[in-house]
Nanobody, 127 residues
Framework: VQLQASGGGLAQTGGSLRLSCAASGLTFSTYTMGWFRQAPEKERDFVAA????????GYVDSVKGRFTISRDNRKNTVYLQMNSLKPEDTAVYYC?????????????????????WGQGTLVTVSS
């Protein structure tokens, strides 16, 4: 399994960025997907997750209303649209492959449930 994340960079406070993560080596549409982030000297934290159908999503409270996770199962790609960026969003962002649930609407916010990780893409938000 390989995950290739892209789209990070420098943004100003209030700006937007769109992260992409292309997956290969798996039947993408059968897996839940997630985005996590790790700020300097902090642990890797959950940001957003999406069920395999794309119809069910979850977010950490600090990004609700600002970030949107989506997926295109035809392109084996998951996205994270980040709007109204804040300096505290500065981190390395990682996409990850989550569990394969039978229930179509299920997803996980637990980092330990994710087995495959991308290389990370740096997002820096200037004040």
């Amino acid at each position: 399994v390989q995950l290739q994340a892209s789209g990070g960079g420098l943004a100003q406070t209030g700006g937007s960025l769109r992260l992409s993560c292309a997956a290969s080596g798996l039947t993408f549409s059968t897996y839940t997907m997630g985005w996590f982030r790790q700020a300097p000297e902090k642990e890797r934290d959950f940001v957003a997750a999406i069920a395999r159908s794309g119809d069910y999503t979850g977010y950490v409270d600090s990004v609700k209303g600002r970030f949107t996770i989506s997926r295109d199962n035809r392109k084996n790609t998951v996205y994270l649209q980040m709007n109204s960026l804040k300096p505290e969003d500065t981190a390395v962002y990682y996409c990850a492959v989550g569990p394969r649930y039978n229930a179509i609407g299920s997803y996980s916010e637990d980092r330990s449930d994710y087995n495959y990780w991308g290389q990370g893409t740096l997002v820096t938000v200037s004040s």
